[in-house]
């Protein structure tokens, strides 16, 4: 049973840093990309970044996030990261963690979710 756990969210003042963990098992993911969503009250949800299993140099940002957010994932830990640095309020949101088949467009499997909440 494929499971996603994210931990790392938290409550942060604007301009501060947060890292959120995605704990991935239940099957190997070498074929798979990862994806960050995130989703803000009365807002859909949007793909935040992500990158692929196999190949840590192949990632997306949104432009939203782009030279603030880094995606990254430590294969030894079965764990992907999102490093969030210089962080808005409206970055506030709760953020998902999500996986797909690398030929596949639908994200099959997703995280619980994990509230970050920037204050000004």
């Known amino acids: 049973q494929v499971q996603l ?32 969503f995130r989703q803000a009250p009365g807002k859909e949800r949007e793909l935040v970044a992500s ?12 432009d ?19 490093q969030m640095n210089s962080l808005k309020p409206e970055d506030t949101a709760v953020y998902y963690c999500a996986a797909r088949y690398t030929y596949k467009n639908k994200y099959d499997y997703w ?5 970050v909440t920037v204050s000004s």
Request: hydrophobic residues 30%; charged residues 10%.
């Open 5 to 36: 756990v994210e931990s790392g969210g938290g409550l942060v003042q604007a301009g501060g840093s947060l890292r959120l963990s995605c704990a991935a098992s239940g099957r190997t993911f070498s074929s798979y990309i990862m994806g960050w």
């Open 111 to 115: 995280g619980q979710g994990t509230q």
């Open 51 to 62: 990158i692929m299993w196999s190949s840590s140099s192949n990632t997306y940002y949104a």
């Open 64 to 82: 939203s996030v782009k030279g603030r957010f880094t995606v990254s994932r430590d294969n030894a830990k079965n764990t992907v990261y999102l």
